[in-house]
Structure formats: structure tokens, C-alpha cells
């Protein structure tokens, strides 16, 4: 069973000239099958998190261990950790000039599964995957990302989701800017992909909103570069109700 | 691409569009068109046409230092049934019709040129096999003028292959008849070391189309001045370019459209990729529509891919307008470059990184390789592309 382990992670950042910490020892474990949620204010350092756990070399890792299936993902180049298993949807996807979406896709694809899709069964593949998400098949013929709405963006990614089928699921805050239908719309996605069993998914997110489409097993609250707070679904209840006040008072650096 | 260009160091976009002004396309150069070399100084790198391109590297050719050699560039023109293949002397009527020399290179070659190449295409004739140029250098220094001359409603492609090692300097004449349509691709695939300038003067009849495709991979420097101007109303221009600039190489394409005739249309689009230390791509789109010019519908663009730190682009679109009754007139010029959240990106995706890049570049020229309408072309320049992404990549 694919499980994710992140102990005492330590990361920085170059800003201005300085080096800044911002996150101070992360400690999580994802399995096979399980859904996580991370919920903490801005600043928390939520999105470095995500960002680490994929290689974005903005990041640099100064302490702690990320291991997938016993396999060191630290020491994996940005592709390989996709290869390995590990997918991260964008809160903000680039957009890459003169790739239409359909090439990216297998591409992709091909990369991932380490041979090319069979023509036929991958034109329905995309296809089917398209439909389920409300998504024009004029879409496929878009440059990736070009001139795509935050709701297409955010689609777009989770078809990836769905296509690329991975162990583990990182979602940065894929809920925001989302209105209500597109909202139900990508986390119906995200559903179908968990209801598989075989991909744990760490949801990164700023409001409990999403939470009503997307259960968790657990709740972590973020502050300050850390997990200060775990427990169950009901630890989303009680951060609707009482906002990350209490977290942030005093205790966070940001 | 993005409108709102993400320009790299190094790189500089410049435009500008002059209504009703003082003619600065023409006031701009140094000396008046003229068949003799010695109507033109030596250039000294200032000068407004010579600013960018490397004197030094030239080897010789715009001081009058380069002489020919016997076998510098070898000549083979393979045409279908029906055309005219001739090599005629100096003193030959149809020579320099097209177009004066504008700058001191382009008369130097005129000036020095031996025997000179005319391939025609007689009247009303459609060829459905194209007439293949090749010119390859053996190491030579040479000087050469080559005519390509369509008669009424004749078709036909061309391709100019230059491959090898060459210092030359040349002028192409193509002229059109009335209603002829003429596509030429000019490829120019050197080796490393060659050195090439040439000027392409087209002289577009009544109605006639012209298509021209420039795509320059290869050469130390490769710089070409392309050449419009219309014989009479209703007359196309399309003026494709297409360079891929590796490390340490110049290319520099130099465009003048000259709306002289009421009625014609001209579009132009050039693309280009850049990746290694010191490459260096200059494109100087100029636009002139001259008061007579009615009618006149142009667009000229020019977009480039920075792919690597170090290289550097310098592109000046510039258009002039002398009358206000024209359907449109337009540029835009560009330098994007492949940054490192594309490839985060596709990276993210499981893409190993030489293929995120190669999806990138295959991307950006992709469009203008389908408007080529010439199918091994298409795919040969595909195929090169690869090449060329495949030598940086390792």
C-alpha cells in the first residue's frame, strides 16, 4: 500500500536578498485510500508544502525526510517524483504557449505510464474524462492553460487527476475562485478518483467549504510552518466556527 | 504568446509607426541603391543598417578585402519539363530588374558576381514538381546573382538549399508576371563556420502571389534582406521566417515591404528560437506605404523564444504610412522566453525535461510550419527542428 511519510521536514526560501524559513517540521503520513485535509491561514505555508513535495527549486529543503513507499522523494528530479507516483494540482497552472492541451495530455500520459496510450482507447479515454467534468471537447484543441477561466484551469488539472491516476494527490487550495457549480463539478472529480481506493489525497485548503464535497479522514491545521493541530472531520467544524484566530494569535511567525 | 512580452536580458523590442513622415526607411540608409559597390563607404558597425551585425565576422565581404575563389559555392538547379534553366553573363537584360542593391554588400556582390543563374517559368505554365537550388559551399569564398522569373499565370515552387561550408554574398531576383504564383523556400543549413548575405528582390505583378519561406538554422553569420515591392495592383506578399539561433551564431533578417501600388497585401511573420551563450537574432520588419499605396492591407510579427540564459534578440518592427485610405496596417513583436514555471509545470507531469522542451519549441513553430503548404518541406523542417533541440539538449 503506497503511503506517503513526511518527518521533520524543514524548508527555506531566498527572498530579498534573505533566507527565511518557513516551514519548521512538518510531520505527516499519507496512506493508500485516505483523504487528509491541511486548513490554516495564509502565510502558513500550506503551498510550500505542496510546492516542496513536488521539487519546485524555488524551495530548498534544509532538514527532515519525504519518503514514498520507503523511496527517498527528496532526492528525485521534479519528473521523477510524477513518475514515482506524486501529483500536484496547481492553485495557479502556467500557461505553455503553442502546446494544445491533447498533446500535453498524452504526453503526459506516456510519461507516467512509461509507454504510449493506445490511440483509440485514449481518444476515449480524454474523452469520457472530459464529459464527467463538463468540458467543451473543443478544449483539447486550447494551448494549455491560454486563455482559460480559473474554473477551466482548475478543471483542466483535475482531468490530469483523473488521467494520470497517482498514489498520492496533492491539491492546493483547487477550491479557490471556484464558484459553487464548478466547485460540485471538481470535487465530484476528485471523488471519483478517491473512490478507486488506491490514491491518498492531502487537500490543502483555506475554507471548510469544499470540505462538504470532499470528506476527510483527518484535519490538520497549518500555522506558522507546522501541523499544530490534528483530529477528525469534526476539527473542520470547529475552525467554521471559530476561524484560525486561535492559531494565529501570538504563536505563528507570519 | 503573450502580448504583454516577458523580455529576457539581453533582449530589446522596439517599434514604432510613423504616419505621414519624413521617409526614415529610405533616410536611414547610408548611401542611395546603386549597382556599384563604390557608391557605398565602407561600413565602420555604426551606421543605422549595420548596428547589429558583427563586421569583424564578415570576412571581408563589406570592405572589399573577400575575393572569389575558383570552386567557392557550387550551383545545381534541377527543374521539372518546361522551365528554362540558363547561366548567362553580366551584361544580361533580365539581371538586377527586381531590385537595386541597398546596401554595400549586396553591390559588392553585384559588382563581383562572374555568371549569373536564371531559371524560367514560361507563361501560363503550372509546374506540380518543384524546381530544387541547390548551392553548396566547398570552402570558397564567391559572389552570385541568381533570377527567378515567372511568366503570366505561371506556378511554381522553389526551394534554395545552401548547405556547406561558404563566404558568400548574393543577390535573388524573382520576379512575377501577371496573376503568377510563386512560393520559394529558402533554406539556409551551413555548417558552423559559413558566412552568407544576401539581398531577395521580388517584383510582384498585376494580381500575382508570392509566397516566400526563410528558414535559417546554420551559418557563423546569416544575414538576408528580403525585398517586396509591387509592379502593379492587386499583387500578395507573404513573407514567412523561420531561425533556430544556437550559441555563438548571428542571424539577422532584415525586411523591407515597399506599398507602392494601390491594392496589395503583404503579411509577414517570423519566428524564431534561441538557446545557448552569445546567439544572436536580429529581425527589422519595415513596412513602407508610400502615398499611391490605396488600399494597401499589411501586418508584419515577429516572435521569439528565448529558450537558454545568454542569448539575445533584437527585433524592430516599423511601419510608415503616407495615406490614411488603407484597410489596415499592423505589427507586433515579441520575445517570450521558456521560463522555468513552463517547466516546472510540465516537469510536474511526469515530462522529462529535454522533451517539456522540445514539446515547447515544436508548439511555436508548429503554426507556421502548417502555413508552409509545401509537405516534405514541412516535414524536413520539423524533422530539423528536432535536430536542433536534440544537439542543445545534449
Redesign the interface.
Known sequence: MATLEIRDLHVTVEADNATKEILKGVDLTVKQGETHAIMGPNGSGKSTLAYSL????KYTITGGTVTLDGEDVLEM???E???AGL??A?QY????????VS??LR??AT??RGEAPKLRTWVKEVKEAMERLNMDPSFAER??NEGFSGGEKKRHEIL?LEL?KPKVAILDETDSGLDVDALRIVSEGVNRVRESGEVGTLLITHYTRILRYIKPDHVHVFAGGKIVESGGAELADKLENEGYEAYTKGGASE | MAEAPNIPVGSTTAGSIAVAAESTVVSRMSASPSFDVTDFPVPHGREEEWRFTPLERLRGLHDGTATATGEGVKVDVQAPEGVTVETVGRDDARLGKAGTPVDRVAAQAYSAFGKASVVTVPKETVLTEPIRIAVHGEGGTAYGHQVVELGAFAEAVVVIDHTGDAVLAANVDYLLGDGAKLTVVSVQDWDDKAVHVAQHNALIGRDASFKSVVVTFGGDVVRLHPRVEYAGPGGEAELFGLYFTDSGQHQEHRLLVTHNTPHCKSNVVYKGALQGELAHAVWIGDVLIEAAAEGTDTYEMNRNLVLTDGARVDSVPNLEIETGEIVGAGHASATGRFDDEQLFYLMARGIPEHEARRLVVRGFFAELVQQIGVTDIEERLLAKIEQELEASVA
Open positions: 513536488a521539487g519546485h527549486p528530479s521534479v519528473d517524483r510524477a513518475r501529483f500536484l496547481m497552472p502556467v500557461e505553455v504557449p503553442g502546446v494544445s498533446n500535453f504526453t503526459s510519461a507516467i494551448n494549455v490530469q494520470l
